[in-house]
């Protein structure tokens, strides 16, 4: 190996090396210019090239490395000797070992200047060093790289510059930050390469022998395809001798074919396949992905309150364990032979117990705590904080399963991307995954053994830590919790499984987890309580001066408060609160001290001492803003959560303020910063002065929003807001509520304001104020129980008006409209005089929105599939209508003219072919079948059940929809009603005889390739006609009298007899 020198003259010298002894050396990697220009080994040995433009390199590496203290540096262009075909196949070849072992390496971007306006973030992630063949190794051999600019400026490291550079390549963190490359498949490496270039084809494939570990000889002129067969054979035969725990290969093919099941240890069938074959298989994985997540998955985690520093820090560290109260935490985390796979963190409620779950989450050491039990083995990990005050998603079992899926198949894509096919079941692949426009629908089974095939299939190559916070939060019955458990005993018994638990001391629980580890919280965070305590107080400067002063007092003071907390955290936060508040309003020590008296030692009862202290003139704002809180969205799948911006339309005090003749709602006053600002501004305010401390405001992404924070001690929160609320600096976001909310927000708008979330300090907080008791006072205050899911349409309907006038508001008016039109659905509302005011109101923006909206950008969940077919049925407002069965508004807005002009999609088949039929039930806050007193009323206004659509007519299209759902199985009551609408069809002229052609199996299910109920096999999709088919008695029931061969109503309906009964004689007889 041959290292350059800068001499003390200012001059480069070679120095050849042979052997390992190899002194410490920088090494530099950039982009080669024109080869004219790039100083060669022939001119450095000749004291040549000054001239060059390349020259100045070569000075900024060797000038760096003295900087670093290091007296030799590499560099590509000149320490080779590219005349000798043996030295540059032997440099090629060790090239990935020789940045590997570099004690610098400094990545210089040509194209990075600092001098010009363009954010230094957008040029380093356009830097064409990005999308060379030769910087992929350069980039991931090194220990570290320091980037730097054309002027020599250092840029960052890549750990600083990690965001950027996964934008840029697309290769993961975890390779990033140095796991070791043979954990990933072959596939994921391949996939870096997707892109890059080289000068040379060969060296397309010559570029990846360090990511492979393997060697070639180098054969200039053999072309790009060529090579890439013979890399190909190197890692094949590198895999079968490889001594690192085997790999899964699949069968790589030029088709992109899944594997068969087993040929993960049969090598025959590899061959080679180019990096961009591999996007059929990377689109699925994503679209499967895409099933598997849902709003709120990782939000609970993102909420649990970070320990206080110093805390907790025992749990992972032996030396500081409370071994006399529990079992060894790390022991079982890294122990091989460890047999009991699950550790059980117990408490009772405010103990600590989420926070302690975060704390191990973040901190935990991959290397020294489950390295030792994985034996080299790829870790996977995943998580899941249940909540109980969430929505649906983070309280059940599919939803743990979901989010414990999506975090296995995302590591999975990284490490094994051929194997996922084969996990998941095929049927649900072939017809589900990989249609660009279908949608998944998991049902609990399904999710629960495809997590069992992901177990099964990594436990060849793999280990899987889960980490799973607050059981107790499980929304259900004994069962319920019961079937959890049995599921959780079943994952542990796989021997590469390990699962830490947490959940409150309940009976269930103690007697499924007696025989295994544990820790119970409140027995050993004695310490951690004192910490937080002494840290909370001390943070106040006044009580800093108490200390220094009053030491004995001052350090009583906070003995007593840690010695009456009992292990329990909640109390200790809500207590330190109080006392920080006393302070800043001048209390001094003995006083502090008689108010700790006076605060029970009781967690309810100091709660109850708290609600009791709420000024008499503000409980009924208090009694609506907690009320309100509380209101917990449980018909919808997914739960719209409480912003700090729902609660700022609490003046009027009423459920349903837009009826009010006082209320003037101004779109303005959320639109303009200004004026969005002070209206978030004085909720805020009202929130804390009214709540006592029991909700609290927070950031989705930042820290929590405190008012009580010591950083606003002395400044008013009017003067901050009139200091910051016109300021156009970039806000540096922190705890402080006025820097965090006001700056925030004033700096943004209405979009960034949606990240300002409403929810109670803790479970508890809730639990206490769902007792009879304080419910009683609650609504005692309000004057009886307030309407809160009305208020929040109302309040949701301000908010969606406003954002349907800003274009970057769009995509969150969308799912604000899902929202609104689902709770107008409710059976409470839907025939209100409210609900057909609040429609009416909403009708004329929602029109605005759709015409400006892309509907293929889609999230929001229950409207979805009416937005999706929006154009091609010629839906609106009205139809949206029918969909949901907002009934007093049809009443008083559909007419007879509108269902003549209406052009597209008959209203007649939104009635008969119900938007929500077949949908799961989480999923269905609409119609799911015939509204039989709608469809009387829509017939009597004229609509003709002979329209022409689809190739068919709503009548014939009905007909089809009957035979699929007694087929696959309807309840008697639905039947019934089925069995109406066909009555009523008949009544009002439903021809006698329908031409076979309507009947086919494609156009009846145009409306319908969402719904799993329809998701048949491809036979009876193809096939032309259904009542043949199921019926085959029915060909000789063929009308040959016409045109077309027809069939007659009275034959078809005698095929629903063993369904319908002699009801099938009473239709018949209409038909005369």
Same mark, same amino acid.
């Given at each position: 190996?041959?290292?350059?020198?800068?001499?003390?003259?200012?001059?480069?010298?070679?120095?050849?090396?042979?052997?390992?002894?190899?002194?410490?050396?920088?090494?530099?990697?950039?982009?080669?210019?024109?080869? $004219?220009?790039?100083?060669?080994?022939?001119?450095?040995?000749?004291?040549?090239?000054?001239?060059?433009?390349?020259?100045?390199?070569?000075?900024? /590496?060797?000038?760096? $490395?003295?900087?670093?203290?290091?007296?030799?540096?590499?560099?590509?262009?000149?320490?080779?000797?590219?005349?000798?075909?043996?030295?540059?196949?032997?440099?090629?070849?060790?090239?990935?070992?020789?940045?590997?072992?570099?004690?610098?390496?400094?990545?210089?971007?040509?194209?990075?200047?600092?001098?010009?306006?363009?954010?230094?973030?957008?040029?380093?992630?356009?830097?064409?060093?990005?999308?060379?063949?030769?910087?992929?190794?350069?980039?991931?051999?090194?220990?570290?790289?320091?980037?730097?600019?054309?002027?020599?400026?250092?840029?960052?490291?890549?750990? *600083?510059?990690?965001?950027?550079?996964?934008?840029?390549?697309?290769?993961?963190?975890?390779?990033?930050?140095?796991?070791?490359?043979?954990?990933?498949?072959?596939?994921?490496?391949?996939?870096?390469?997707?892109?890059?270039?080289?000068?040379?084809?060969?060296?397309?494939?010559?570029?990846?022998?360090?990511?492979?570990?393997?060697?070639?000889?180098?054969?200039?002129?053999?072309?790009?395809?060529?090579?890439? &067969?013979?890399?190909?054979?190197?890692?094949?035969?590198?895999?079968?001798?490889?001594?690192?725990?085997?790999?899964?290969?699949?069968?790589?093919? *030029?088709? =992109?074919?899944?594997?068969?099941? =087993?040929?993960?240890?049969?090598?025959?069938?590899?061959?080679?396949?180019?990096?961009?074959?591999?996007?059929?298989?990377?689109?699925?994985?994503?679209?499967?992905?895409?099933?598997?997540?849902?709003?709120?998955?990782?939000?609970?985690?993102?909420?649990?309150?970070?320990?206080?520093?110093?805390?907790?820090?025992?749990?992972?560290?032996?030396?500081?364990?409370?071994?006399?109260?529990?079992?060894?935490?790390?022991?079982?985390?890294?122990?091989?032979?460890?047999?009991?796979?699950?550790?059980? &963190?117990?408490?009772?409620?405010?103990?600590?117990?989420?926070?302690?779950?975060?704390?191990?989450?973040?901190?935990?050491?991959?290397?020294?705590?489950?390295?030792?039990?994985? /034996?080299?083995?790829?870790?996977?990990? @995943?998580?899941?904080?249940?909540?109980?005050?969430?929505?649906?998603?983070?309280?059940?079992?599919?939803?743990?399963?979901?989010?414990?899926?999506?975090?296995?198949?995302?590591?999975?894509?990284?490490?094994?991307?051929?194997?996922?096919?084969?996990?998941?079941?095929?049927?649900?692949?072939?017809?589900?995954?990989?249609?660009?426009?279908?949608?998944?629908?998991?049902?609990? #089974?399904?999710?629960?053994?495809?997590?069992?095939?992901?177990?099964?299939?990594?436990?060849?190559?793999?280990?899987?830590?889960?980490?799973?916070?607050?059981?107790?939060?499980?929304?259900?019955?004994?069962?319920? #919790?019961?079937?959890?458990?049995?599921?959780?005993?079943?994952? @542990?018994?796989?021997?590469?499984?390990?699962? /830490?638990?947490?959940?409150?001391?309940?009976?269930?629980?103690?007697?499924?987890?007696?025989?295994?580890?544990?820790?119970?919280?409140?027995?050993?965070?004695?310490?951690?309580?004192?910490?937080?305590?002494?840290?909370?107080?001390?943070?106040?400067?006044?009580?800093?001066?108490?200390?220094?002063?009053?030491?004995?007092?001052?350090?009583?003071?906070?003995?007593?408060?840690?010695?009456?907390?009992?292990?329990?955290?909640?109390?200790?936060?809500?207590?330190? #609160?109080?006392?920080?508040?006393?302070?800043? %309003?001048? %209390?001094?020590?003995?006083?502090?001290?008689?108010?700790?008296?006076?605060?029970?030692?009781?967690?309810?009862?100091?709660?109850?001492?708290?609600?009791?202290?709420?000024?008499?003139?503000?409980?009924?704002?208090?009694?609506?803003?907690?009320?309100?809180?509380?209101?917990?969205?449980?018909?919808?799948?997914?739960?719209?959560?409480?912003?700090?911006?729902?609660?700022?339309?609490?003046?009027?005090?009423?459920?349903?303020?837009?009826?009010?003749?006082?209320?003037?709602?101004?779109?303005?006053?959320?639109?303009?910063?200004?004026?969005?600002?002070?209206?978030?501004?004085?909720?805020?305010?009202?929130?804390?002065?009214?709540?006592?401390?029991?909700?609290?405001?927070?950031?989705?992404?930042?820290?929590?929003?405190?008012?009580?924070?010591?950083?606003?001690?002395?400044?008013? +929160?009017?003067?901050?807001?009139?200091?910051?609320?016109?300021?156009?600096?970039?806000?540096?976001?922190?705890?402080?509520?006025?820097?965090?909310?006001?700056?925030?927000?004033?700096?943004?708008?209405?979009?960034?304001?949606?990240?300002?979330?409403?929810?109670?300090?803790?479970?508890?907080?809730?639990?206490?104020?769902?007792?009879?008791?304080?419910?009683?006072?609650?609504?005692?205050?309000?004057?009886?129980?307030?309407?809160?899911?009305?208020?929040?349409?109302?309040?949701?309907?301000?908010?969606?008006?406003?954002?349907?006038?800003?274009?970057?508001?769009?995509?969150?008016?969308?799912?604000?409209?899902?929202? &609104?039109?689902?709770?107008?659905?409710?059976?409470?509302?839907?025939? *209100?005089?409210?609900?057909?005011?609040?429609?009416?109101?909403?009708?004329?923006?929602?029109?605005?929105?759709?015409?400006?909206?892309?509907?293929?950008?889609?999230?929001? *969940?229950?409207?979805?599939?009416?937005?999706?077919?929006?154009?091609?049925?010629?839906?609106?407002?009205?139809?949206?209508?029918?969909?949901?069965?907002?009934?007093?508004?049809?009443?008083?807005?559909?007419?007879?003219?509108?269902?003549?002009?209406?052009?597209?999609?008959?209203?007649?088949?939104?009635?008969?072919?119900?938007?929500?039929?077949?949908?799961?039930?989480?999923?269905?806050?609409?119609?799911?079948?015939?509204?039989?007193?709608?469809?009387?009323?829509?017939?009597?206004?004229?609509?003709?059940?002979?329209?022409?659509?689809?190739?068919?007519?709503?009548? $014939?299209?009905?007909?089809?929809?009957?035979?699929?759902?007694?087929?696959?199985?309807?309840?008697?009551?639905?039947?019934?009603?089925?069995?109406?609408?066909?009555?009523?069809?008949?009544?009002?002229?439903?021809?006698?005889?329908?031409?076979?052609?309507?009947?086919?199996? #494609?156009?009846?299910?145009?409306?319908?390739?969402?719904?799993? +109920?329809?998701?048949?096999?491809?036979?009876?999709?193809?096939?032309? %006609?259904?009542?043949?088919?199921?019926?085959?008695?029915?060909?000789?029931?063929?009308?040959?009298?016409?045109?077309?061969?027809?069939?007659?109503?009275?034959?078809?309906?005698?095929?629903?007899?063993?369904?319908?009964?002699?009801?099938?004689?009473?239709?018949?007889?209409?038909?005369?």
């Amino acid at each position: 190996m041959r290292l350059l020198k800068l001499d003390s003259n200012g001059s480069f010298g070679l120095v050849e090396f042979t052997g390992d002894v190899v002194p410490p050396y920088a090494i530099l990697s950039h982009t080669w210019g024109a080869d $004219a220009e790039e100083v060669t080994f022939h001119e450095v040995a000749a004291g040549l090239g000054q001239h060059k433009s390349g020259y100045r390199k070569l000075v900024f /590496c060797g000038t760096q $490395a003295l900087q670093d203290g290091l007296s030799f540096f590499w560099v590509d262009t000149c320490c080779i000797d590219k005349s000798s075909s043996a030295e540059l196949t032997e440099a090629i070849n060790s090239m990935f070992r020789w940045y590997q072992e570099a004690a610098r390496c400094y990545a210089y971007l040509s194209d990075v200047c600092t001098g010009i306006s363009l954010q230094h973030q957008q040029q380093i992630e356009n830097s064409t060093w990005f999308r060379r063949g030769w910087t992929l190794q350069e980039l991931l051999a090194p220990k570290s790289v320091l980037f730097y600019s054309a002027e020599g400026t250092l840029l960052g490291s890549r750990a *600083s510059l990690l965001q950027e550079i996964e934008a840029a390549t697309g290769i993961c963190s975890s390779a990033l930050q140095g796991e070791p490359l043979h954990q990933f498949s072959v596939e994921t490496r391949l996939s870096w390469a997707e892109g890059r270039v080289t000068k040379r084809a060969e060296d397309a494939a010559y570029c990846l022998l360090g990511i492979f570990d393997v060697n070639l000889p180098l054969i200039y002129g053999e072309g790009r395809r060529k090579a890439f &067969i013979r890399l190909h054979r190197e890692i094949r035969d590198s895999i079968r001798s490889q001594t690192y725990p085997p790999y899964q290969v699949p069968s790589i093919t *030029s088709t =992109g074919a899944a594997p068969s099941r =087993g040929a993960s240890t049969d090598l025959r069938g590899l061959s080679f396949v180019e990096p961009s074959s591999l996007q059929h298989i990377k689109d699925s994985t994503q679209r499967l992905l895409d099933s598997l997540y849902y709003n709120g998955l990782e939000e609970r985690q993102h909420q649990v309150r970070e320990a206080q520093i110093g805390t907790y820090e025992w749990i992972l560290y032996p030396q500081l364990e409370h071994s006399a109260s529990g079992n060894s935490f790390t022991q079982w985390l890294s122990s091989p032979l460890e047999a009991k796979r699950i550790y059980w &963190i117990c408490g009772k409620p405010g103990s600590g117990k989420s926070t302690m779950m975060r704390f191990i989450h973040d901190n935990i050491d991959v290397r020294h705590h489950l390295e030792p039990w994985a /034996c080299n083995k790829i870790i996977f990990r @995943a998580q899941y904080f249940f909540w109980n005050p969430g929505s649906e998603m983070q309280k059940s079992i599919v939803g743990l399963l979901r989010a414990l899926l999506y975090q296995l198949i995302s590591q999975l894509r990284l490490h094994r991307p051929m194997l996922i096919p084969e996990i998941v079941d095929r049927a649900l692949w072939t017809a589900n995954i990989t249609a660009d426009n279908a949608a998944v629908y998991w049902i609990q #089974r399904d999710l629960q053994i495809t997590l069992h095939k992901v177990l099964r299939c990594i436990r060849t190559f793999g280990t899987v830590f889960f980490l799973i916070d607050g059981l107790d939060e499980l929304s259900g019955t004994d069962e319920t #919790r019961d079937e959890l458990l049995h599921y959780l005993f079943d994952m @542990a018994n796989l021997d590469h499984v390990k699962i /830490c638990l947490s959940s409150r001391p309940w009976n269930s629980f103690r007697d499924a987890f007696q025989d295994y580890p544990y820790i119970r919280l409140e027995d050993v965070t004695h310490n951690d309580i004192k910490l937080f305590i002494e840290a909370q107080l001390s943070s106040q400067v006044r009580f800093r001066h108490m200390l220094h002063h009053q030491q004995h007092s001052a350090e009583q003071l906070m003995a007593e408060i840690s010695e009456r907390a009992s292990g329990v955290f909640l109390w200790v936060r809500l207590v330190v #609160r109080q006392l920080l508040a006393r302070i800043r %309003d001048g %209390d001094g020590i003995n006083k502090l001290s008689k108010q700790l008296d006076l605060i029970p030692g009781d967690l309810n009862c100091y709660m109850k001492q708290m609600f009791d202290s709420i000024p008499l003139e503000r409980r009924y704002e208090s009694s609506v803003i907690l009320q309100i809180a509380l209101y917990e969205e449980s018909d919808f799948a997914t739960l719209h959560p409480l912003y700090l911006l729902d609660l700022s339309f609490h003046e009027s005090g009423q459920a349903c303020f837009l009826l009010s003749k006082d209320h003037d709602f101004d779109s303005a006053t959320l639109t303009e910063r200004n004026s969005l600002s002070f209206c978030l501004d004085s909720t805020l305010r009202l929130l804390n002065s009214c709540c006592m401390g029991l909700l609290e405001c927070y950031h989705l992404h930042e820290d929590l929003l405190d008012v009580d924070d010591e950083d606003v001690s002395n400044t008013s +929160l009017a003067t901050k807001f009139s200091e910051n609320i016109l300021d156009t600096e970039e806000p540096k976001l922190g705890k402080d509520v006025e820097h965090s909310s006001h700056f925030f927000i004033a700096q943004y708008g209405l979009h960034e304001a949606k990240e300002l979330r409403v929810d109670f300090f803790h479970r508890t907080c809730r639990d206490f104020l769902l007792t009879p008791d304080i419910q009683a006072l609650l609504h005692e205050q309000s004057q009886g129980p307030f309407d809160a899911q009305m208020y929040l349409v109302n309040a949701r309907i301000c908010q969606f008006v406003a954002m349907t006038q800003m274009e970057d508001c769009h995509h969150e008016a969308m799912e604000l409209a899902s929202n &609104i039109v689902s709770s107008l659905a409710r059976p409470a509302y839907r025939d *209100s005089k409210e609900s057909a005011y609040l429609a009416a109101l909403f009708e004329t923006s929602f029109e605005t929105l759709m015409r400006v909206y892309d509907a293929e950008e889609s999230s929001a *969940s229950y409207i979805m599939t009416s937005v999706e077919s929006w154009e091609s049925e010629r839906s609106s407002f009205m139809t949206l209508s029918i969909d949901f069965g907002l009934r007093s508004y049809l009443r008083g807005h559909l007419t007879s003219q509108y269902i003549r002009d209406k052009e597209g999609r008959p209203v007649l088949d939104y009635i008969l072919r119900p938007r929500f039929l077949g949908m799961r039930k989480h999923m269905s806050t609409g119609n799911s079948e015939p509204d039989l007193e709608f469809l009387r009323t829509v017939l009597s206004m004229g609509a003709d059940p002979n329209e022409a659509y689809q190739a068919s007519s709503v009548w $014939a299209l009905y007909l089809c929809l009957f035979a699929d759902l007694i087929t696959h199985g309807l309840a008697k009551e639905q039947i019934s009603v089925y069995a109406a609408a066909l009555g009523c069809m008949i009544q009002a002229g439903a021809s006698t005889s329908i031409p076979k052609s309507w009947l086919s199996a #494609r156009v009846a299910y145009d409306c319908y390739l969402y719904m799993p +109920l329809f998701q048949e096999n491809s036979k009876v999709v193809s096939n032309n %006609d259904r009542f043949a088919m199921r019926w085959p008695g029915i060909e000789n029931a063929t009308d040959f009298c016409r045109d077309a061969p027809h069939y007659a109503v009275r034959d078809l309906l005698e095929r629903f007899r063993p369904q319908l009964g002699t009801n099938v004689d009473d239709l018949k007889a209409l038909l005369h």
